[in-house]
């Protein structure tokens, strides 16, 4: 069983829609939660962290935490084209990190 | 310009030729780390370092090796590439204990291993 398990889609959804991202985890030690963002030709980038469960908010991301579940969650809210990219979740636990395989969006003007 | 680089950005090489991937951060961060991106894979860790001197396998480590001989720079060398190391290649790094979450990654060396 993979550590970290993600929605592969793709997803293409209208610009301006609300975005569903999902990840579920094998092992109930894991304890930080991330999401990065991948363009196309360059390295992922941080969007946010969380390490409890509940919601966190950064302007239009929410990210998602249950850990009674072992699933977590990214929304976007309001997705302009510039959103298209490819997402991954991501734990760290201990010294490694385990990405899922990563979701890839599409945002039509 | 904060900033993680690598060098080269593009590589063919030929079954058993050895080479070396450079990683270079300008942030002072503790900890580094090496990962493949494969189609269907995602994102998996090669190798980390802790600090200089430190370093430990990831998920991958088969036919790689590391060395942390000084705190910016962590290079990733094949001694003898297969072409099942044809992949596309990241370093990250991140400040140590209370700050690793937040990793910065470099551009992406794109190898070719015939």
């Known amino acids: 069983q993979k550590e970290v398990e993600q929605d592969p889609g793709p997803l293409s959804v209208p610009e301006g829609a609300i975005v569903s991202l999902n990840c579920t985890y094998s092992?109930?030690?894991?304890?930080?939660f991330m999401w990065y963002r991948q363009y196309s030709r360059k390295g992922p980038e941080l969007l946010m962290y969380?390490?409890?469960?509940g919601n966190k908010e950064d302007g239009r991301f929410t990210a998602q935490v249950d850990k009674s579940s072992k699933y977590i969650s990214l929304f976007i809210r309001d997705s302009p084209p510039l959103d298209s990219a490819n997402y991954r979740c991501?734990?760290?636990?201990?010294?490694?990190?385990?990405f899922g395989t990563g979701t890839s969006l599409t945002v039509i003007p | 310009e904060a900033q993680v680089t690598q060098n080269p950005r593009y590589l063919i090489t030929v079954t058993g030729k050895k080479l070396t991937v450079t990683c270079s951060q300008n942030?002072?961060?503790?900890?580094m780390s090496w990962y493949r991106q494969d189609p269907g894979l995602g994102l998996r860790q090669i190798y980390y370092?802790?600090?200089?001197?430190?370093?430990d396998k990831g998920d991958v480590p088969e036919g790689y090796k590391v060395s942390r001989k000084e705190k910016r720079n962590f290079p990733l060398i094949l001694e003898s590439p297969s072409p099942n190391q044809t992949s596309l290649y990241f370093c990250?790094?991140?400040?140590?204990?209370?700050?690793?979450?937040?990793?910065?990654f470099g551009p992406g060396t794109r190898l070719l291993v015939l």
């Open positions: 990250a790094s991140s400040h140590g204990t209370g700050g690793r979450e937040t990793q910065y």
């Open positions: 370092s802790m600090n200089v001197e430190v370093t």
């Open positions: 942030m002072n961060h503790e900890y």
């Open positions: 991501a734990i760290l636990t201990g010294n490694q990190f385990y």
């Open positions: 969380t390490y409890s469960s």
């Open positions: 092992n109930s030690a894991f304890q930080y």
